[in-house]
């Protein structure tokens, strides 16, 4: 049965839906001092110390080709004009000191969890890949290695694999741009198959926002630009959420 | 730069345009004695003996619906109108005997791929399904339980895991019903998100076939259909795999 709007299933045969939630909080209310919202997202998500585990490091595993364009990036990032994404294992950790929107809360008792692109944690088997966001320009770049068991065709990634990776820098970026959280549509054409090992780079734009919903495109290719391996788009829905009353 | 056609990267900067290639071999000439194409491709794919592991057998981090579920599919195959589809490590044992078309031989010699559905090998911990094959209709049943390394939001299933299951069910079926063998694109509409641990269903169908191409639908939904969590369509290009020559 189609109800309308996005909803979320808290639970098998109980849900509540997003549409019935009194019309969604003030956006972007959350500007520091020092800047715009989007500035202020970044500063809460992209912690500079923290003891938690960032995945987003290079490893041994890396290619030259993904080595040197991480450099490149880091450099970047040093003017202020990009920063560079931490990636935890889970999003219970990217959302600490900040609570859910209230249907989302029932089945977090479990802490065994970990985000889906952080799932292998063999260094180079799986996902390989770093995000760095441009909060001026509401775009980011990932760059993506996949591993021999994010295998499609033999010797090359899964369609499902970049989908997957697509949607998680769709996902990451929309939320810094302009707190999307929610996945509503993505699209995706595949071009070329990516050789197990080999480097895909990302580059992900907010298209704009309207009516609460953020228009992303990706298109996904090889470092020199000469392979496209998809192209992609994507519309996430707008939520907030809350900083954690204080008790 | 883009290029005209779907094609497959076999290295970084050096590509073979499967639109370049003697157009393709002539479909669905694998007729058996006993029946109709697919019935070849079926007998072929879905081996009942093997010493290979068949992941998509029960095991006890299944739930009780997906449980009883199972069963009830496996009644069904007792009178051959369906057929349970095995699930190996990876395709390379799916197309054992069988020699992939030459633009993907490049990069195959590792042995120690994976496809990326059965990535995480604890049980239920990542993908727990299993595929359900109706050859005379077309259509395809994927039971898909996802563990807490699927997450996305805190206690919920990840949009880039259930892109990949539905990609990989699209991806099996389309094969068994027409050769379908490389996702040109998907497109999927998220509705509801799914709880870790639960039980969704895919119901796929092969809407019709044409052009060389194979267009499919999937509706993902809770088992009493009250809770639809996506609707997909995605279009696959037919390859016929050819058999290994004898040296």
Redesign the interface.
């Known amino acids: ?3 309308r709007g ?8 109980h ?1 509540r839906t997003l549409s019935k939630i009194p019309h969604l909080l003030p956006r972007l209310n959350m500007a520091s001092a020092s800047g715009s919202p989007t500035d202020s997202l970044v500063s809460r998500f992209c912690l500079e110390k923290t003891d938690l585990k960032d995945y987003a490091l290079p490893n041994g595993s890396w290619g030259p ?1 993904m080595l040197s364009l991480y450099q490149e990036f880091l450099e970047k990032t040093k003017s202020g004009s990009w920063v560079k994404m931490p990636s935890f294992k ?3 950790e990217h ?1 600490q000191g900040l609570k ?1 929107p209230f249907e ?1 809360g ?5 802490s ?6 952080r ?2 944690q063999a260094e180079g088997q ?1 996902y390989e890949y770093v995000i760095f966001f441009q909060p001026s320009k509401k775009k980011s770049v990932c760059l993506f290695q996949p591993g ?14 970049l ?6 820098t769709f ?1 990451k970026t929309a939320y810094l741009a302009g707190e999307g959280l ?18 895909a780079v990302l580059d992900v734009q907010v298209e704009k926002i309207e009516d609460q919903k953020l228009y992303m495109s990706c298109v996904a290719q ?8 998809a192209k992609s788009s994507g519309v996430f829905l707008q939520r907030q959420l809350e900083e954690a009353s204080l008790q």
Chains 1, 2 share one sequence.
């Not at 065994?112 to 692109?117: A, L, M, P, Q, V």
């Not at 989908?163 to 998680?168: F, K, L, P, T, Y």
Request: hydrophobic share 40%.
């Open positions: 049965m189609m109800r996005f909803q979320v299933a808290a639970g098998l045969g849900q080709e889970s999003n219970r959302i859910l989302l029932v089945t977090s008792d479990k065994d969890g970990r985000i889906f692109t799932c292998i799986g021999p068991y994010l295998e499609g065709p033999p010797g090359f990634a899964h369609g499902g694999s989908a997957a990776i697509i949607d998680e996902s929610f996945t509503l549509s993505l699209n995706i054409r595949f071009k070329n198959l990516i050789p197990v090992g080999s480097l090889s470092r020199d630009q000469q392979t496209v391996y």
